[in-house]
């Protein structure tokens, strides 16, 4: 099993300042396609979670290009270059290399 | 958009079974993957399993294998979690979610199970 591991676990933010989380995995997520399998998520307080960044960097389909993602292998991070007050909530990042799925533990940014 | 909706959760004691449904809006059910991830009381994401398009390729966490059976009828555009011998650690919310590339897409308002007697 990959084992994903998030940093920090809390993250107290300004708005208009900017942010980043870290993510590692056990194992490196880059398959021989060139792709890294690696997604990122935001969960809003009282919502499902929703897909902010797949295939390690590509935002998914109506996020704020103030989201971006950079990495490879096992390393990766998640950067808000300008928070806004609707990105509270917990950040998880997840590997869709091999089976099973895991997910990060989540980090709760908070402002 | 794709609207996924899940339903059949519900109060179960420990060692009873549920059957959980998801219906898909999309014209294209059949081309994807889909998976199941629940959400335990204030904890964080569990993926539970997967299925492919045309349901031969299945996998299951560890936790729940011999247990819970994932399936799919994509003339009906529909998505199914067998759940039997549930046990008190299975009490969570559970979301059908599409999947592409890698990636969870598109997630389901979420279905509560709770096994307790």
């Known amino acids: 099993e990959i084992v994903m591991t998030q940093s920090p676990l809390s993250l107290p933010v300004t708005p208009g300042e900017p942010a980043s989380i870290s993510c590692r995995s056990s194992?490196?997520?880059?398959?021989?396609?060139?792709?890294?399998?690696l997604s990122w998520y935001l969960q809003k307080p009282g919502q499902s979670p929703q897909l902010l960044i797949y295939?390690?960097?590509n935002r998914a389909s109506g996020v704020p290009d103030r989201f971006s993602s950079s990495g490879s292998g096992i390393e990766f991070t998640l950067k808000i270059s300008r928070v806004e007050a609707e990105d509270v909530g917990v950040y998880y990042c997840?590997?869709?290399?091999?089976?099973?799925?895991?997910f990060g533990p989540g980090t709760k940014v908070d402002i | 958009e794709v609207q996924l909706v899940e339903s059949g959760g519900g109060l179960v004691q420990p060692g009873g079974s549920l059957r959980l449904s998801c219906a898909d809006s999309g014209l294209t059910f059949g081309s994807h993957w889909m998976d199941w991830v629940r959400q335990a009381p204030g904890k964080g994401l569990e993926w539970v399993a997967h299925i492919n398009g045309d349901g031969s390729v299945k996998n299951y966490v560890d936790s729940v294998r011999g247990r819970f059976a994932i399936s799919r009828d994509n003339a009906k555009r529909s998505l199914f979690l067998q759940m039997d011998s549930l046990r008190a650690e299975d009490t969570a919310v559970y979301y059908c979610v599409r999947g592409d590339s890698g990636a969870l897409l598109y997630w389901g308002q979420g279905t509560l199970v709770t096994v307790s007697s």
């Open positions: 194992q490196s997520l880059l398959q021989s396609d060139g792709n890294n399998y």
């Open positions: 997840m590997q869709g290399l091999r089976p099973p799925v895991t």
């Open positions: 295939l390690g960097s």
